[in-house]
């Protein structure tokens, strides 16, 4: 039994072996929270986890005959404002007729085998109803006629727990949200590091900590979509816990746009987390009859570290969130021709490098911008659909047919949100964009956006894209959208609509997405928002795998995978390996550097086979076959980070297969030192203690407990005297190691 239920003291105990929830009803009608971490034993009555009997001085009480029961001090599930609570609410409602602080309090609750979904919008699911057990909490507001339903959901073998809320309006007049979060999670005390993930284009998830202190601590978006600059990710850690050791919480929104994280440190220093829409320019106008649906916060608890925190969102995101057709399958190694030619390109040319990345074992062209309307460069041509004749007279279906008969798959680049002030489209629908009529509009990158809250335009979006489909039989597209939302205003919503913009626009793209994938359940998107601006779980439920970041350097994108997998899946990062000097740094790497960077990942190359030289067709081809040997165990093996970016001038992180029997290892230096130390040795992770473990090309082997406790030798470094003895040295060296068990336990 996943859910305890004590409907006497009306307790709920939500726990699996590894976590524990536990929240109850207090004597006013409202949630109290009692309790979130690791696993307790369970028992009938819990109360005692919550005190109400010690007044505190200067502070409000519900009742008058017991001074000792003011909301400001009691830890509480969904607040609201206004009831002697004075910190930042979940929930802020209202009708037409009178400002009211909503006072939902219980009346039933629900349990649900498995997991419902949640309509219009991406969520983690169930295919088996035994895999998690859900709980529906039913709160009712009699002043303004409203329900109130908090999801939670915990699953089988997980230390998760995810949440969400919706409210319905049961009243004849409308509602008025201004904010309705996913969830809140009151807890005891502040002492954690805040820990998130931050950046901008081209260094896209950055690992930042900071301490917790009293007030307001947050991060968020309001830019339309997740962003670049703060991830919809974040982790309290305690102060001594490690990659490897320690209590860690963390949160993740399932949403693409504007969201609000935040953390509120009161005068008792209780800390109160919220996730949710942002509410900032949000207000949502809810008629008789109508629910509103929140998206899903994912929570996690791990007592092993970040690395156990993130092991826990992995194996979630593999397994209930994912489209099943994607979970187990094979991912093709791509080439995508946008380094290699820019908008720059003929048939001729594209079928060539089609036909020399073939040879090289690559399994699939991209053919990025540029392929429709006049588009020579980034100033025209978006939402004109249709082929450039000029650049491939026989159409895309020619293309593809040539592309195919290199045995190669082919994939396409859309950027389906966007809208050209230079285009057909816009001098036939300029209402279509996004803005104020007759005011300003900003430009991103030359372009507008589309009014993705208006269904008509969705359709005709649907009925371009799905055509091309078909007539190429495409078996990937990448999804671009490179700027953020301006001047938020749709000429179909009524003004007192306008608040409810930008969750409708989502909404939209998310419906396509749906359409999209539901009827072509074979063709593998790739998500991309200028890189890595709309990474986040929300995406994933639709595309597999997204464009980690624009920056391709194999040394940026250390700190920008490592911060990425706090969260997110490796098999989920789009990784390539580029030409030199890069085009985003201008460094130069080696191409074994490269390619050991972009293993973890889904692997892929953003370069001209054309150009290179023997010797690296030689390297590449290798590069190939030896991810394709190991490409299953990155999809499917434990991942593990060892040493950091952010404080090393080395990185290291491993995939360990689930029976422990192989695992592979990422090393990193980034600069070369002068005399280092003789004998330097690598600590693995995730091993089998007992078992016994060879490296591929040697003869050497070890038992796991050797490997993680004293560790893995490195190759031998260039010390200024060992000259011929050394085996590697230089900046940016990398070595990638393959282990097998061979004997042991």
């Not at 004597?27 to 971490?37: A, I, P, S, V």
Request: charged share 20%; proline share 4%; glycine share 8%.
């Amino acid at each position: 039994m996943l859910i305890h239920v004590n409907q006497e003291d009306r307790q709920f105990h939500l726990t699996n072996g590894q976590v524990s929830y536990i929240f109850h009803v207090m004597k006013n009608g409202q949630l109290g929270h009692l309790y979130y971490g690791k696993a307790l034993h369970h028992r009938e009555d819990f109360s005692h986890l919550q005190t109400y009997d010690v007044p505190t001085g200067a502070t409000t009480h519900v009742y008058a005959d017991d001074p000792a029961f003011g909301l400001e001090t009691l830890r509480q599930e969904y607040p609201a404002y206004g009831n002697s609570d004075f910190r930042e609410p979940a929930i802020s409602v209202s009708n037409t007729t009178a400002n009211h602080a909503p006072n939902f309090k219980y009346d039933s609750y629900q349990l649900v085998d498995g997991k419902p979904r949640l309509e219009g919008l991406p969520a983690t699911y169930t295919e088996d109803n035994q895999d998690a057990s859900t709980l529906q909490i039913i709160l009712k507001n009699e002043f303004l006629q409203a329900e109130l339903t908090l999801n939670y959901t915990i699953f089988l073998d997980m230390p998760v727990i995810t949440r969400s809320a919706s409210l319905k309006n049961e009243s004849q007049e409308e509602l008025v949200i201004d904010r309705l979060m996913g969830a809140s999670l009151d807890l005891p005390d502040k002492d954690f590091l805040f820990t998130h993930l931050a950046g901008a284009w081209s260094r896209e998830r950055h690992v930042k900590e900071r301490i917790l202190e009293t007030g307001i601590q947050s991060i968020s978006s309001l830019r339309g979509a997740s962003s670049h600059h703060h991830n919809p990710f974040l982790a309290l850690k305690r102060p001594e816990a490690t990659e490897h050791t320690g209590e860690v919480y963390g949160f993740n929104f399932i949403y693409s746009s504007n969201f609000l994280m935040q953390i509120e440190v009161d005068h008792y220093d209780t800390a109160r987390l919220m996730v949710g829409i942002h509410p900032f320019g949000f207000k949502w106008n809810l008629k008789p009859n109508v629910s509103f649906q929140t998206p899903e916060v994912v929570m996690v608890y791990s007592d092993q570290g970040l690395n156990g925190m993130s092991q826990a969102f992995h194996s979630l995101y593999r397994k209930h969130l994912v489209q099943a057709q994607w979970k187990k399958a094979v991912r093709p190694i791509l080439i995508n021709n946008w380094e290699a030619t820019y908008f720059d390109f003929t048939e001729e040319k594209l079928v060539n490098i089609a036909k020399s990345a073939s040879e090289l074992g690559i399994e699939l062209l991209v053919l990025d911008d540029g392929w429709f309307g006049k588009r020579n460069d980034d100033t025209s041509s978006l939402g004109d659909w249709h082929v450039d004749l000029d650049k491939l007279p026989g159409g895309l279906e020619s293309l593809a047919q040539k592309i195919s008969a290199t045995g190669m798959k082919f994939g396409l680049w859309f950027e389906p949100e966007m809208i050209s002030p230079n285009s057909d489209l816009f001098s036939e629908h300029p209402d279509w964009a996004v803005g104020v009529p007759g005011q300003h509009y900003t430009l991103g990158r030359n372009q507008l956006v589309l009014d993705f809250s208006r269904p008509d335009i969705v359709d005709y979006l649907y009925e371009k894209m799905s055509d091309i489909i078909k007539k190429t039989n495409l078996a990937y597209i990448k999804w671009d959208m490179n700027r953020n939302i301006t001047e938020a205003f749709s000429q179909k919503l009524a003004v007192h609509q306008q608040g409810e913009f930008f969750h409708r626009y989502i909404l939209g793209v998310y419906d396509l997405y749906e359409r999209l994938t539901r009827e072509f359940p074979h063709v593998l998107f790739e998500s991309c928002a200028g890189g890595g601006g709309r990474f986040d779980p929300g995406m994933m439920y639709y595309a597999p795998q997204a464009w980690t970041s624009d920056d391709t350097d194999a040394i940026e994108r250390l700190k920008i995978q490592y911060g990425t997998s706090f969260a997110y899946p490796v098999y989920s990062m789009g990784s390539h390996v580029s030409a030199v000097p890069n085009h985003q740094t201008l460094r130069t790497t080696p191409l074994a550097t490269r390619a050991n960077t972009a293993y973890f990942g889904t692997f892929g190359y953003e370069l001209d086979p054309v150009k290179l030289t023997e010797e690296e067709r030689a390297e590449i081809k290798e590069q190939v076959a030896f991810y394709k040997k190991h490409r299953g165990l990155i999809r499917d093996g434990q991942f593990y980070r060892l040493l950091s970016p952010f404080s090393n001038n080395e990185t290291a992180w491993m995939v360990v297969s689930k029976d422990q029997s192989e695992a592979l290892i990422g090393w990193y230096k980034v600069l070369a030192t002068p005399n280092p130390k003789k004998q330097q040795t690598l600590r693995l992770s995730g091993l089998a203690e007992s078992k016994m473990y060879k490296v591929a090309g040697s003869e050497r082997t070890y038992y796991g407990d050797e490997l993680m406790n004293v560790g893995l030798p490195l190759p031998t470094e260039f010390n200024g005297v060992n000259g011929r003895s050394s085996e590697r040295g230089g900046d940016f060296q990398s070595q990638v190691f393959y282990l097998q068990k061979t004997g042991g336990r």
